[in-house]
């Protein structure tokens, strides 16, 4: 019985990885990934409006660069992250 416990006790994760995590990286990569999805869904507007000759509140180009703003931010918030955590 005490060789169960042992080999129980080597499939368990290290508490370092789970107990310790940084709830603010996941946080960070929630926003990286709004920004994003946002960013896409500026580049469908932009496209929609320019293939239908049309405006909604912007030019089409306004979309386009909204979606490139967003996910150049997005990148940025990743690259300012401390990767030593």
């Known amino acids: 019985m005490a060789r169960l416990g042992a ?7 290290a508490p370092s990885r789970v107990e310790g995590r940084d709830s603010g990286e996941g946080a960070m990569k929630n926003i990286c ?10 580049f469908v507007i932009g496209t929609f409006t320019a ?4 405006n909604f ?3 089409p ?3 386009w660069r909204g979606a ?15 990767p030593r955590k």
């Open 33 to 42: 990934w709004a920004l994003i999805g946002l960013g896409a869904l500026a």
């Open 68 to 82: 490139v703003g967003f996910v150049v931010f997005a990148i940025a918030l990743r690259l300012m992250e401390d």
């Open 51 to 54: 293939f239908t000759s049309q």
């Open 57 to 59: 509140l912007l030019a």
């Open 7 to 13: 080999l129980d006790s080597g499939l368990r994760a």
């Open 61 to 63: 180009q306004g979309y």
